[in-house]
């Protein structure tokens, strides 16, 4: 017995320690959204702002960025779907000897890494636009028409995987009633063949969507002068990070977690209707009598759906009236202070050294002081990265607000007759 | 007409039928076997610009492969040690990464798969919600919580484990926790989804006779899963191997990857048929290294699929 | 009853590569005649349907209906319904979608389709239930589903592939008397095949008896009883006592076998194999159990056998006598059931009477197995 719960303890930590490690950096993140440092930090916690979420609703490239990544989005998913079809209904019907071979053949993209499909994708269209002739503007080296193409390569993969699942449990039957019954192949189709594979379908488009949005591999290579969102945040991320990446993080784990609530939500109706409609009679079918379970009742997503929408309204609507210009003065004055203080500090102790230089200077003639970094400015050492904090990456960004805010009254200190000993 | 095609068009109409043959046509000649082909051999041509394409000077040549060996022309070394040893710490990598993964995901894919109970559905969304997220993004809150400043330095200094921040990414720490982070979800599901099949009962039969747990594992489970764990492994070595992102994110300077060669080719030099070269040595090295185990442990292409 | 429409095979063979599944079928059905294929499985008694439905294309003959070709035509330009085995009505439609399917497909409007469908359900004994899904409807009330679906498509010939297969005893029973009545009521031509006998009989206007791909006999019920043209026949269609021997002597329709085991017995030659019999041949001659009549052993008549009773069976509508002849010879016997007394007999030696032209004379051949 103690041993048992002695693991079931452990498995409890092991999955929690596992949890953490899944979801931590998503947590850290989305605070980072919501401090007002420039670069992206949790700690030490300063100023709750609403400023990088406004930052990114007017960055251009992001806002492009989504705009082609909906159009790439769309466009493979349209093509994803008919050749993940396609491909499902053809293997279910090729030849036996063919089809291991035939499978081998459409699995083999999920396997093929994501930057050889892109660049196979942009070496063979290039050479067939060489072929036909068409101008290096042409439709076939499209950024659009590439991505969609390359991309559809693959998630045409995953989409055949979801619906050949669906379809072996399909009754060819039915199609054969369809025809019998004076239906064209193609209204049979679209009549019998199609709606049972609504699911299936629906859910290999959100996956290809989805697949599609965040795919970097291979876009990477065939993105041309049509950027996706996953493209620009990379260059972002690589180059500039701002907490603005991680307001859109944020914005999209909420609409993934609205999105997994929602559906959960939807399952679980849909279970409560069909037992409901198990249960009723006849007559209650019938006469339209039959109550449908409340969308709310027993079904803990939709209550959690509705929580979190009341949620996002009221964080929406604070936000708008939310200044924190006041934080953030109160931090910068807080920053000034703590400054002045160090300055205060530094000052006393390059008086103390004088002192003592000026002591045994004495007895030695006085060595021109070179400004450690050779700075003509006349502002001394004060200026250099090392001086203010310890962190060299952000000194970028936090020299520029130093300067910035001269007027805030940092003033008198750094004019030029202030510190240096020189 | 040949009998399985008018059987075919039989079956399926005119219409339709065509309809799904050009599909099907397009997506594995004109989408999978034509631009590998096309790849193969345009690495075996010089790099020429756009005008002296197909012209004389257009000729095969194994100069780009032997630039991956050997290195430029009268260079300086006698092997292209630079790029070689890219390759070969990346496969190197990728193996660790996966079996890193493979012990980390085998206990929660196990524990998944045979308890039962609501807890599991929140389990699988709480697992399941992370993958929703753009890889660039899940790189980046990697980035943010190794970095200097991060969370994790601010809290080991902080504790005082540390004086001066570790820097976790010129170590290539933060690039291992960031690659096995990326693929966890495709190592648990294949698992999850064999020994979701597997009956309890053989479980506990064994421990009926008086088997430990490791060896239940060892003699009953894993065998059993095979199919999955190799699924699953050869999922995340194929993704490790290829990964871009999370190498160009959280990749300190001396842990190139060799994906990122091949960008550097094609972006920075301008070089595609070099790029390609080198594409096509990561995808054969991919392909014949995941063969190597799936003969060894005896699966085949069948079980991979989700 | 209306004229309805006839449907012919001529030489009709259906190969699959190497494997004859349908040899040289020639069947000629009459316009609003209930028709069954009757045969174990595999015998190709669905093959033949399918390929009349438009589902398969023979290898050589043809199809005709109302006597036209049918080559090239696909199923759903043919004047034919089919009614699966497994019914396969639409599962995400609901009942009177399903029946309307016909309609549907040329245009209809959902007015008249429900009018339609209405009309039907009251036909097929189920008033109101057009709002239900088929997963929510029994076996039985699923099969007339499909009958009406089949009949809304208003075909020239209905096909039924062992409909009634899958329903339990009494039911089955009861369908067969409403299908047969809704053919004669609607008048049009029913294809049936099954392997059970008794609906065969019960239903058909005429049946063709199958084996292996070849049709054995066609006739109306009581020829294929009484008066079966082949072994496979006269073993399959009910039950038969069958004595294996050679022909002694021929007397116009009458021969002399020589048996294995029980003497010499006189039987009418079956009438398909008149003047085909020679002194010499391997024959069989067939008895049924109820073609004997039971007298004491050492009883006088001028056609017996003689066989000892090993068992005795009541099955409600007769008695059945299990006996065994000379040599180990196994009989059957059945007595109807008029309320008279029965003692047994068990045990004790009898003399089975029967009158020649009750026993079949017919060239040995392939039995049906069990």
Not at chain 1, 282 to 296: A, D, H, T
Not at chain 2, 184 to 206: G, K
Not at chain 2, 209 to 232: C, D, L, N, T
């Amino acid at each position: 017995m103690r041993s048992l719960s002695f693991m079931r303890v452990s498995i409890w930590v092991y999955l929690a320690i596992f949890f953490a490690y899944l979801l931590g950096p998503l947590v850290i993140m989305s605070i980072t959204a919501f401090n007002s440092p420039e670069f992206p930090r949790a700690t030490p916690w300063e100023c709750l702002t609403f400023e990088w979420f406004a930052a990114l609703f007017q960055d251009e490239r992001i806002l492009n960025g989504i705009k082609n990544s909906i159009l790439v989005g769309a466009g493979t998913v349209v093509l994803s779907v008919a050749m993940g079809l396609a491909g499902a209904l053809m293997l279910t019907q090729i030849w036996p000897k063919l089809r291991a071979t035939y499978y081998t053949i459409i699995i083999a993209p999920i396997l093929i890494p994501g930057v050889v499909i892109g660049i196979s994708t942009l070496v063979f269209w290039d050479r067939i636009n060489r072929m036909v002739g068409l101008g290096a503007d042409s439709f076939l080296s499209n950024g659009l028409f590439l991505t969609v193409i390359g991309q559809s390569t693959f998630i045409a993969s995953y989409c055949m995987l979801v619906l050949v699942a669906r379809l072996q449990r399909y009754d060819t039957a039915l199609t054969e009633a369809a025809l019998d019954l004076g239906a064209t192949h193609a209204q049979a189709f679209r009549k019998v063949l199609l709606p049972f594979m609504k699911p299936a379908i629906a859910s290999a488009a959100v996956l290809a969507f989805l697949a599609s949005f965040e795919n970097y591999n291979t876009t990477t290579f065939t993105f041309g002068e049509y950027p996706t969102l996953t493209i620009e945040l990379a260059q972002k991320v690589r180059y500039g990070i701002t907490p603005a990446i991680s307001a859109l993080a944020f914005i999209i784990v909420v609409l993934t977690v609205f999105a997994a609530l929602f559906n959960e939500a939807n399952i679980r109706r849909k279970d409560l209707v069909a037992m409901a409609r198990k249960d009723a009679t006849v007559e209650e079918l019938e006469s339209g009598k039959f109550r449908v379970p409340g969308f709310l009742s027993s079904n803990w997503a939709a209550v959690a759906l509705v929580v979190m929408a009341c949620a996002t309204v009221v964080v929406v609507g604070t936000a708008t009236v939310y200044s924190p210009a006041q934080c953030i003065a109160d931090v910068q004055e807080q920053k000034r202070i703590e400054t002045e203080l160090r300055i205060q500090e530094l000052r006393q102790r390059r008086a103390e050294e004088a002192a003592r230089k000026a002591a045994e200077e004495a007895e030695t003639a006085p060595k021109p002081q070179a400004a450690p970094s050779g700075n003509n400015s006349g502002f001394g050492g004060v200026f250099s990265p090392n001086a203010l904090t310890g962190s060299g990456e952000e000194e970028e960004s936090k020299a520029p607000e130093a300067e910035d805010s001269n007027n805030s009254g940092f003033g008198n200190v750094f004019a030029p007759s202030g510190l240096s000993g020189d | 007409m040949p009998r399985f095609l008018r059987e075919f068009f039989n079956r399926n109409g005119v219409g339709m039928g065509s309809l799904m043959l050009a599909l099907v046509l397009f997506w594995t000649v004109g989408l999978i076997i034509l631009p590998q082909l096309s790849m193969l051999d345009f690495s075996f041509r010089p790099n020429l610009p756009p005008p002296e394409i197909g012209g004389p000077k257009d000729v095969y040549t194994v100069e780009n492969y032997k630039y991956l060996i050997f290195g430029p022309e009268g260079g300086s070394q006698d092997y292209n040690a630079v790029d070689l040893r890219v390759f070969y710490r990346t496969l190197i990598a990728a193996v660790f990464v996966t079996l890193f993964n493979l012990v980390l995901c085998y206990p929660i894919a196990y524990y998944l798969a045979q308890t039962k109970g609501n807890h599991i559905r929140i389990f699988a969304l709480m697992l399941i919600i992370p993958y929703w997220i753009n890889e660039i993004l899940r790189a980046f809150a990697l980035r943010i919580i190794f970095g200097e400043t991060g969370v994790l330095n601010n809290a080991l200094v902080g504790l005082g484990i540390f004086d001066t921040p570790f820097d976790f990414i010129r170590n290539d720490i933060a690039l291992y926790a960031g690659l096995g982070y990326a693929y966890i979800l495709l190592m648990i599901f294949p698992i999850y989804n064999v020994i979701e099949s597997l009956d309890r009962n053989q479980i506990e039969a064994a421990r009926d006779m008086g088997a430990s747990w490791p060896m239940i594992h060892r003699r009953v489970v894993i065998p059993y899963a095979k199919p999955g764990i190799s699924s699953g492994c050869t999922m995340v070595f194929m993704l490790s191997a290829g990964a871009l992102a999370a190498p160009q994110i959280l990749g300190g300077p001396s842990s190139l990857w060799f994906t990122q060669l091949i960008y550097q080719q094609f972006n920075d030099n301008s070089d595609w048929p070099q790029g390609a070269a080198y594409a096509v040595v990561l995808l054969v090295t991919c392909i014949l290294l995941v063969l190597a185990v799936m003969r060894l442990f005896k699966v085949n292409m069948g079980d991979i699929g989700k | 009853m209306s004229a309805g429409v006839g449907v012919d095979l001529e030489k009709l063979w259906i190969r699959f590569g190497d494997f004859v599944a349908v040899r040289d079928a020639n069947v000629k059905i009459n316009g609003g005649d209930f028709f069954s294929f009757l045969g174990p499985s595999g015998c190709g008694k669905t093959t033949i349907l399918r390929a009349v439905s438009g589902f398969l294309e023979p290898s050589e003959g043809r199809v005709l209906i109302g006597g036209n070709d049918m080559k090239g035509i696909g199923p759903n330009k043919r004047p034919t319904a089919l009614i699966f085995q497994n019914l396969a009505l639409f599962p995400l439609m609901k009942v009177w979608e399903n029946i309307t399917f016909s309609m549907e497909i040329k245009g209809a409007s959902a007015k008249d389709r429900r009018k339609r469908a209405d009309e039907l359900l009251d036909m097929i004994a189920l008033p109101g239930q057009g709002d239900k899904l088929p997963s929510e409807l029994s076996g039985g009330q699923r099969q007339r589903v499909a009958i009406a679906r089949a009949l809304c498509a208003e075909p020239d010939v209905l096909l039924l592939d062992e409909p009634l297969s899958a329903l339990d005893l009494k039911l089955r029973q009861h369908m067969r008397t409403e299908l047969r009545e809704i053919q004669q009521r609607v008048g049009i031509t029913f294809i049936y095949i099954t392997h059970d006998q008794g609906e065969a009989l019960t239903m058909s206007d005429n049946i063709a008896v199958m084996r292996a791909g070849v049709i054995d006999q066609i006739g109306d019920g009581k020829t294929v009883y009484n008066d079966p043209s082949t072994a496979f026949a006269a073993s399959f269609v009910g039950e038969n006592n069958v004595f294996r021997g050679k022909v002694k002597q021929v007397s116009g329709d009458t021969a002399l076998i020589s048996t294995n085991r029980s003497g010499d017995l006189l039987a009418r030659i079956s009438t398909a194999n008149q003047g085909k019999m020679q002194p010499g041949d391997d024959a069989m001659l067939f008895i049924r159990p109820e073609a004997f009549a039971l007298a004491p052993a050492g009883a006088s008549g001028d056609h017996f056998v003689t066989a000892t009773v090993t068992n005795e069976e009541f099955e409600g509508n007769v008695f059945n006598i299990f006996m065994e002849g000379d040599g180990g010879k196994e009989l059957k016997v059945s007595l109807p059931n008029l309320g008279q007394s029965f003692d047994s007999h068990k045990g004790e030696a009898m003399t089975l009477q029967y009158d020649v032209q009750n026993a079949v004379a017919l060239p040995a051949g392939e039995l049906a197995t069990e």
